[in-house]
C-alpha cells in the first residue's frame, strides 16, 4: 500500500499549515526529514531538512501509531510555517520518497473507514461537519460523526440477527425436540425494531433540511412589499424594488443563519392573472416553489385570496404597515416594523420541528431504513402464516439486515464511495 501525503489545511499563504502523511512508510520518511522522531502523540519542535541536509524550515512534528491513528495506520502531521515556497518545497521532498504519492480528495477518510475507524455514516457526518454553517448544522453534523446512527444501526441488526437465528433453528431441526413455536419472540424483536426505524424515518426530512437548509417563501400580490421585506430580512438589497407591479420575475433566494438555523428566504413573483408571457412563467415557479416551501409568509389584505393556500403553520401578515392607521398584524419592510417580530416567529416555528430531527440525514439514509422497514413488514406478515413459512421469513429478515448493514457502509456501497468521499478535500 502506498504510503500518501497532502496538506490538510487550507491552500494559501497562513500563519501555519498542516501536512498529513499516512501509510507504512510515513515514520521511516518522517525520520528521514526530520530525525530524530519523537515519541508517539509527543509534539517537538524539529528541522525539516531536504536531501542534502539543507533545512527547508522549523515545523512541530506529531506522530500517531497505528491503529491508534486517524486513518488506523501510522500518521505523521508536520506543522510548518504557512510560507507557499515552503509547502511547495516539502512536498516536493515528499514526493520524492519511493511507494509514497500525494493523496487522493478524501482518501485519509476512506482509509479511516476501510481501517474500521468510521462507518460510512460517520464519514458523511465528518463531510457535513466540514461543510457546517450554523449552529444547528454543527450539532447535527457532530451528533453523526459522533456514531449514534451506527451505534442504533448495530442495535437493530443484533435483534435481527437473534430473531433470523431463532427462525433458522426451527426451520433446521424441524424433526429434532426443539420449540416450534417461535413467533411471540420473533414477533417481539421485530415489532421493537420496525417501530424504532420508522420513527427515524419520520425524522429525516427535518434533519435533513437541518443539513441543506429550510425554504422559507415570501407569497403575496404582486406590489406587496415583498421584495423589501425580503431586503429588510436579508440586511441587503438582494431583490430589485420599484413601484412598478411585477417587477420580480423569478425567484430569489437568500441564504441566512437565523437562530443558528440554515434558512433560505424566497422571493417570488407576485400572484396576479393576465400577466405577459415572461411574468407568467415567474409566477407559475412561484406557486411551486410556494407549494414545496418548508414555512410560507403569506402578505395579504384580510379577506384576500391567492392560488398558494394557506397552513396552520404558515404566517399571513398585512403588508405595508408604514402606510396604514391601524397597523395590527402588518409588517413593514420599508421602516423594519414588525421585522423582528416576524423573525422571532420564523425561529419558532422552525425551531420546534427541528426538535423531530432524527439521526438519518441523507436521502441515502432514508432509503436504506425504508427497505429495511419493508423487509420487517413481509416478515411479520409471512410470521402470521405459521412455521410452514418461516423460511420465507428468514430471508425476508436477511434483506431488512442487508439494509441496515449497506446504511453504514458493510456491504453494497462500493459505488457509491468514489462519489462521497470525491466531495473531500485534499489532506482529509
Known amino acids: 500500500m502506498d504510503t500518501i501525503f497532502a496538506q490538510a489545511t487550507a491552500q494559501g499563504r497562513a500563519g501555519v499549515c498542516v501536512i ?27 528541522a525539516i531538512s531536504d536531501a542534502d541536509g539543507q533545512v527547508i524550515d522549523r515545523a512541530l512534528v506529531l506522530t500517531f501509531e497505528g491503529p491508534n491513528s486517524f486513518t488506523g495506520e501510522d500518521t505523521v502531521e508536520l506543522h ?30 476512506r482509509r479511516a473507514m476501510e481501517n474500521g475507524k468510521l462507518d460510512l455514516t460517520q464519514v458523511e457526518g465528518l463531510g457535513d461537519l466540514i461543510e457546517a454553517e ?8 457532530l451528533r453523526v ?15 435481527l440477527i437473534r430473531a433470523a437465528a431463532l427462525l433458522e433453528v426451527t426451520i433446521d431441526f424441524a424433526d429434532e425436540d426443539v420449540p416450534v413455536d417461535v413467533s411471540p419472540e420473533v414477533t417481539e424483536l421485530l415489532n421493537a425494531v420496525n417501530a424504532d426505524i420508522l420513527a427515524e424515518i419520520a425524522g429525516t426530512h427535518t434533519a435533513e433540511r437541518i443539513r441543506t437548509g429550510f425554504e422559507v417563501a415570501i407569497i403575496g400580490r404582486p406590489n406587496a412589499g415583498k421584495s423589501t421585506l425580503l431586503n429588510a430580512l436579508a440586511g441587503r438589497d438582494a431583490a430589485i424594488t420599484s413601484a412598478v407591479a411585477g417587477t420580480t420575475r423569478d425567484v430569489i433566494e437568500v441564504r441566512m443563519d437565523l437562530g443558528g438555523l440554515p434558512v433560505t428566504l424566497l422571493d417570488t413573483a ?26 410560507r409568509v403569506f402578505l395579504v389584505e384580510e379577506g384576500e385570496e391567492l392560488p398558494v393556500a394557506s397552513t396552520a403553520d404558515d404566517i399571513v401578515l398585512r403588508p405595508k404597515a408604514d402606510l396604514r392607521d391601524n397597523a395590527d398584524n402588518a409588517i413593514s419592510g420599508v421602516t423594519g416594523q414588525g421585522v423582528p417580530q416576524l423573525i422571532e416567529r420564523i425561529q419558532a416555528i422552525l425551531g420546534a420541528r427541528s426538535l423531530n430531527a432524527g439521526l438519518a440525514t ?61 466531495s473531500f478535500c485534499l489532506g482529509k
Not at 502523511?21 to 519542535?45: N, Y
Not at 507557499?84 to 487522493?104: C, H, K, M, P, Y
Not at 460523526?145 to 435483534?159: A, N
Request: net charge negative; glycine share 8%.
Open 80 to 109: 510548518l510555517h504557512g510560507s507557499i515556497a515552503v509547502v511547495r518545497a516539502v512536498l516536493q521532498l515528499l514526493s520524492g520518497f519511493d511507494g509514497t504519492r500525494l493523496a487522493e480528495p478524501g482518501e485519509f477518510t
Open 362 to 422: 441523507h436521502e441515502r439514509h432514508r432509503v436504506a431504513l425504508q427497505k429495511s422497514a419493508e423487509g420487517l413488514a413481509a416478515a411479520l406478515l409471512v410470521l402470521d402464516h405459521g412455521p410452514d413459512q418461516y423460511d420465507i421469513a428468514s430471508e425476508e429478515l436477511r434483506h431488512s439486515i442487508r439494509a441496515l448493514e449497506a446504511l453504514v457502509g458493510r456491504i453494497d456501497v462500493e459505488n457509491l464511495l468514489d462519489v462521497i468521499f470525491s
Open 134 to 141: 450554523t449552529e444547528a448544522q454543527r450539532k447535527q453534523a
Open 145 to 159: 460523526l459522533s456514531g449514534h446512527l451506527g451505534q442504533k444501526v448495530d442495535i437493530w441488526r443484533e435483534k
Open 20 to 46: 498529513r502523511i499516512s501509510g507504512p512508510q510515513a515514520f521511516f520518511i518522517a525520520e528521514t526529514i526530520a530525525q530524530p522522531l519523537p515519541a508517539p502523540r509527543v509534539a517537538a519542535v524539529r
Open 270 to 295: 407576485g400572484l396576479r392573472e393576465g400577466a405577459d408571457e415572461v411574468e407568467a412563467i415567474g409566477i407559475d415557479r412561484a406557486k411551486t416553489r410556494g407549494e414545496q416551501a418548508d414555512l
